[in-house]
C-alpha cells in the first residue's frame, strides 16, 4: 500500500488515499502547503524518521497504524 505525505499550514497527515494529483488534495485540504509520495511504507518511515526525529510514536509505528487501521488518514504526532 501506498502512503502520502500531506504537509498542512496546521499539520502533517500520512495518507493512504491514492490521489490521481496533487491539486485532488488541495481541493481535499484548503490549508495544502505541498505533498511527498505516493512511497511504499518502508520508504515514508525512512524519510520521517530521517528528518522528523521527534516523531512520538516513532515513524514506523505511526505509519504501520495507518497501513492496519481502518482510517484513511493519520495527523503525524511529534514529541
Given at each position: 500500500?501506498?502512503?502520502?505525505?500531506?504537509?498542512l499550514e496546521?499539520?502533517?497527515?500520512?495518507?493512504?488515499?491514492?490521489?490521481?494529483?496533487w491539486?485532488?488534495?488541495?481541493?481535499?485540504y484548503?490549508d495544502?502547503?505541498?505533498?511527498?509520495?505516493?512511497?511504499?511504507?518502508?520508504d515514508?518511515?525512512s524519510?520521517?524518521?530521517?528528518?522528523?526525529p521527534?516523531?512520538?510514536?516513532?515513524?514506523?509505528?505511526?505509519?504501520?497504524s495507518?497501513?492496519?487501521?481502518?482510517y484513511?488518514s493519520?495527523?503525524?504526532?511529534?514529541?
Amino acid at each position: 500500500m501506498k502512503i502520502t505525505i500531506i504537509y498542512l499550514e496546521t499539520a502533517m497527515l500520512i495518507s493512504k488515499k491514492q490521489y490521481d494529483s496533487w491539486r485532488e488534495i488541495q481541493d481535499e485540504y484548503p490549508d495544502f502547503i505541498t505533498s511527498l509520495g505516493p512511497w511504499n511504507e518502508e520508504d515514508v518511515a525512512s524519510y520521517l524518521n530521517s528528518e522528523y526525529p521527534r516523531l512520538n510514536p516513532s515513524a514506523s509505528e505511526q505509519a504501520a497504524s495507518l497501513i492496519t487501521g481502518e482510517y484513511v488518514s493519520l495527523t503525524l504526532n511529534f514529541e
